[in-house]
């Protein structure tokens, strides 16, 4: 039996690069991954989806460049050509994940656990010192009748055409509002079916209507407050709201109620935990699971279900050093929404001072010279103390804006700390020191 000091189950973001350091870092490394090497993340969720939200934005704008004296007499919109586009960086960024693994044995085959620090896979025993489970998620099912007539995320990423409209998406979080902007974008006939009383729930509510408002003025159609309870062979939603019964003829319907994780075979045998909602439980400070020498990362324990977390997770599981108390996310939808750290709501029930600054893009010289005055900055901020709790951001270049101040609020930074940096000028960033 071949032993390692490090076994990785999943070759996606919260296993090949925490792999590569590890073997950069002296540690006999395997990594077992049954599909492509980069999960979910590179092969069917963030790159090629950001690759069609890169198109759709070009669509827009083109459309929109009458207000900057250009006249465009036609856009014609290649869906096709726009996902070759994606599968393409999706081969090139594979193979760089690749070759970033010298040093560690990449084995291609589904690993299940058998106890005692042992794997198995396509009937090879393989010991460890450290089994990091790291085996991601799949898009989740409706649960409602006719369920099987929908389609998800994986699904829809794998065609080359743009799917049969009007296209009904059960779902208004990240996934779902995504997809909304992409198809809206490239013509197709979109409405959003959400079951809370707004779309991105857990997200600020203000910046979630604001986001929800500019897509509805694209054309895109929402339905809150929408149970959905059945999917007819044809493709008609059944659903109900406060005002009662009512149905949508649609020609797709897609699915994006979430992911549910991809959990290896043997967890029990090796006496690793489920939590309350299926996810593997970890300490949310190490990673480590109920099995001692076994940890998770990444969407599969769904304590946040971002890629860069996952890497974060990995590192921290493996004795890496990496802070996981401030995590930026990010909807790529056009505008932008983008978000870390407390909502003001959070942060009053900590900081009883606690308060949000709003800056409007309307007010900034950059944004209305690109024709993007229609966003919303708010930070959110301890009155007593002038620390830096959060920020929120829906508009042109959000997720730049919060990566500033991601840095911002990990450093424990003040207002009056921000208000002695120097922004270049014009820029967005003003904006964060507009809301001081």
């Known amino acids: 039996m071949k032993h390692y000091n490090i076994v990785i189950i999943g070759g996606g973001p919260g296993g090949y ?17 049954k599909d492509y090497l980069g999960g979910t993340c590179l ?25 900057f004296g250009i006249g465009v007499s036609e856009v014609k919109a290649d869906y096709g050509q726009a ?38 896979a396509a009937g090879t025993e393989y010991s460890a010192d450290t089994i990091l489970i790291a085996s991601g998620s799949r898009p989740a099912q409706l649960r409602c009748a006719g369920a099987e007539y929908a389609i998800d995320s994986d699904m829809l990423l ?75 062979a044809d493709r008609t939603v059944s659903y109900s709201t406060r005002k009662g019964k009512d149905t ?18 043997g967890l029990d045998a090796a006496g690793v935990r489920l939590d309350g909602r299926g996810f593997i439980a970890v300490a949310p400070a190490t990673m480590a699971t109920s099995a001692p020498g076994i940890y998770a990362a990444g969407d599969v324990n769904g304590l946040c279900m971002l890629a860069h977390a996952a890497s974060a997770q ?3 599981a493996l004795g890496f050093s990496q802070s996981l108390s401030v995590v930026p996310a990010v909807v790529f939808t056009e505008p932008e929404l983008a978000t870390v750290g407390l909502t003001v709501e ?56 919060v ?20 922004h270049a000028h014009p820029s967005l960033s003003e904006l964060l020191l507009a809301a001081l």
């Open 158 to 232: 794998a065609s080359e055409s743009l799917p049969a409209g009007p296209v009904a998406i059960v779902g208004g979080g990240v996934i779902g509002l995504e997809f909304a902007s992409v198809l809206n974008a490239f013509g197709v006939d979109v409405t959003v079916f959400e079951y809370c009383k707004e779309v991105l729930p857990g997200v600020d509510a203000e910046l979630a209507k604001r986001l929800r408002t500019s897509l509805s003025r694209r054309g895109v159609g929402f339905v809150l407050g929408a149970a959905v309870e059945e999917i007819g």
């Open 83 to 120: 996902k070759r586009r994606a599968d393409g960086i999706v081969a090139d960024l594979r193979s760089d994940i690749s070759a970033s693994l010298a040093g560690v044995e990449v084995i291609n085959a589904e690993a299940s656990l058998k106890g005692g620090g042992v794997v198995e």
């Open 17 to 33: 690069e925490v792999a590569g350091r590890a073997a950069a870092a002296g540690s006999s490394v395997a990594l077992f991954e």
């Open 346 to 401: 959070a942060a009053r029930e900590l900081y009883p001072q606690a308060m949000a600054r709003k800056v409007p893009y309307a007010a900034n010289g950059k944004a209305l010279a690109e024709g993007h005055g229609s966003g919303l900055l708010k930070l959110v901020c301890d009155g007593d103390s002038g620390r830096i709790l959060g920020c929120h951001v829906v508009g042109s270049h959000a997720a730049d804006l």
């Open 403 to 422: 990566a500033e101040a991601a840095v911002v609020i990990a450093a424990g930074m003040t207002c009056g700390d921000l208000a002695r940096v120097v």
């Open 43 to 67: 092969n069917r969720g963030c790159i090629p989806t950001k690759c069609m939200c890169a198109a759709a934005a070009r669509i827009l704008d083109i459309g929109s460049a009458g207000e």
């Open 248 to 265: 949508f003829a649609a020609g797709t319907v897609l699915a994006a109620v979430g992911r549910r994780p991809v959990l290896p075979q």
């Open 314 to 316: 990995a590192k921290v």
